[in-house]
């Protein structure tokens, strides 16, 4: 069982920055595939980035270049450092890991987080 407890959201301004940590308990996050998803109201929820052994990452179109996800392995957790934050980028974000081997771009995960709000205004 892993448990993953986020923090780190608030409202930003357009073009501001945001930190999202994820403490993980239960599993170390160097030995699962860890990513980050958000939720906008009316929305699916979309992976937006993973990280997984070797520092193996994905990110999703819209992120690129903005977001970057890394672990810490002496912490156990994992951040998401979000730059240049847009209105379109105002969603609940989710932490989730998975033991199993599948393309980072998977959204299939096993254990996630309850959530944190992020909020950016225009």
């Known amino acids: 069982q892993v448990r993953l407890v986020e923090s780190g959201g608030r409202l930003v301004q357009t073009g501001g920055s945001l930190r999202l940590s994820c403490a993980a308990s239960g599993r170390t996050v160097s030995s699962v595939t860890m990513g980050w998803f958000r939720q906008a109201p009316g929305k699916d929820r979309e992976i937006v980035a993973a990280?997984?052994?070797?520092?193996?990452?994905y990110y999703v179109d819209s992120v690129k270049g903005r977001f970057t996800i890394s672990g810490d392995n002496a912490k156990n957790t994992v951040d998401l450092q979000m730059n240049s934050l847009k209105p379109e980028d105002t969603a609940v974000y989710y932490c989730?890991?998975?033991?199993?081997?599948?393309?980072?771009?998977?959204?299939?995960?096993?254990?996630w987080g309850q959530g944190t709000q992020v909020t950016v205004s225009s």
């Open positions: 990280i997984r052994r070797r520092g193996l990452t």
């Open positions: 989730a890991a998975r033991d199993r081997l599948y393309p980072l771009a998977s959204p299939d995960y096993d254990y």
